[in-house]
């Protein structure tokens, strides 16, 4: 059994959860959100505490994996439709920079060309410099993913340390070539 899968998940105040036919539905103030679980697990809804409880159904090895994951991933829809996700996306390098046009993220990053990507429908996407790009969202994945393909747009190189990072991430640079005498 999982052990963080045993543990409930507290239901935030203005967030209403229902289960039926497998499917979980999470609406709060930011939005709504639903999740089709495995047959292997079953969720319920305790409203007397105001949690939701994951329980695995059997004591097979998917049942174990299914039941952590089930109960991290009501975790997260929980916490998105209370709070929200973000990511920030830095831009570094002379020249680099992000705008936003319309529902187009438009990144020069050295390439001959700008790189466009779309914006998805359910995502906040905010350029408050040139070299600073914020992603807010409710859904934990696809704000996660959205800013990974923004990053693997230029990954940040080893010795100069240019390209996308995280903010905050931390880039291992490698020495240079040693002067020759």
Same mark, same amino acid.
């Given at each position: 059994?999982?052990?963080?899968?045993?543990?409930?998940?507290?239901?935030?105040?203005?967030?209403?959860?229902?289960?039926?036919?497998?499917?979980?539905?999470?609406?709060?103030?930011?939005?709504?959100?639903?999740?089709?679980?495995?047959?292997?697990?079953?969720?319920?809804?305790?409203?007397?505490?105001?949690?939701?409880?994951?329980?695995?159904?059997?004591?097979?090895?998917?049942?174990?994996?299914?039941?952590?994951?089930?109960?991290?991933?009501?975790?997260?829809?929980?916490?998105?439709?209370?709070?929200?996700?973000?990511?920030?996306?830095?831009?570094?390098?002379?020249?680099?920079?992000?705008?936003?046009?319309?529902?187009?993220?438009?990144?020069?990053?050295?390439?001959?060309?700008?790189?466009? @990507?779309?914006?998805?429908?359910?995502?906040?996407?905010?350029?408050?410099?040139?070299?600073?790009?914020?992603?807010?969202?409710?859904?934990?994945?696809?704000?996660?993913?959205?800013?990974?393909?923004?990053?693997?747009?230029?990954?940040?190189?080893?010795?100069?340390?240019?390209?996308?990072?995280?903010?905050?991430?931390?880039? @291992?640079?490698?020495?240079?070539?040693?002067?020759?005498?």
């Amino acid at each position: 059994m999982s052990r963080l899968g045993k543990k409930p998940v507290a239901i935030p105040e203005k967030v209403t959860v229902s289960v039926a036919d497998r499917v979980i539905n999470v609406e709060g103030p930011l939005g709504k959100l639903s999740y089709e679980h495995r047959p292997e697990v079953s969720v319920t809804v305790n409203s007397d505490a105001n949690e939701v409880v994951v329980a695995a159904e059997g004591d097979s090895r998917d049942a174990k994996a299914f039941h952590g994951l089930t109960r991290a991933l009501v975790s997260n829809m929980l916490e998105g439709v209370s709070k929200g996700y973000e990511k920030r996306l830095e831009i570094v390098g002379v020249g680099y920079l992000a705008a936003i046009a319309g529902d187009v993220l438009q990144m020069r990053v050295g390439y001959a060309n700008e790189i466009h @990507k779309k914006i998805p429908s359910d995502l906040a996407v905010s350029c408050p410099d040139q070299t600073h790009v914020v992603i807010k969202g409710i859904d934990k994945q696809r704000v996660g993913q959205f800013a990974a393909e923004c990053r693997s747009a230029r990954k940040p190189e080893p010795y100069k340390g240019k390209g996308v990072r995280y903010q905050g991430e931390q880039i @291992k640079l490698k020495p240079g070539k040693a002067a020759s005498k």
